[in-house]
């Protein structure tokens, strides 16, 4: 399963945005995210990777379906910069 990064940014304390990346190019999305976060201007980044998925799935007489699928999210305390 592929990387899959979280990067929750908080301004002065205040949550600002939550943004998930989900691509094939995932390290390369990351650097350029975190770049639009400049430390000077009291940003604080926390960063969770999912390298695992919960799935629900549905068994019948018509086979076995997919109900849903949610990546499993923790901190990265590695990438982390407060």
Request: aromatic share 10%; with cysteine; proline share 2%.
């Amino acid at each position: 399963m592929a990387k899959r990064y979280r990067v929750e940014v908080t301004l002065k304390g205040k949550a600002l945005c939550a943004i998930d990346i989900d691509v094939p190019w995932v390290d390369e999305s990351l650097s350029h995210v975190l770049s639009l976060f400049s430390d000077d201007q009291d940003y604080d980044i926390q960063i969770f990777i999912s390298e695992d998925v919960k799935q629900i799935y549905e068994s019948s007489n018509s086979g076995v379906k997919l109900l849903a699928s949610k990546p499993i999210y923790y901190l990265d305390v590695q990438s982390n910069k407060s």
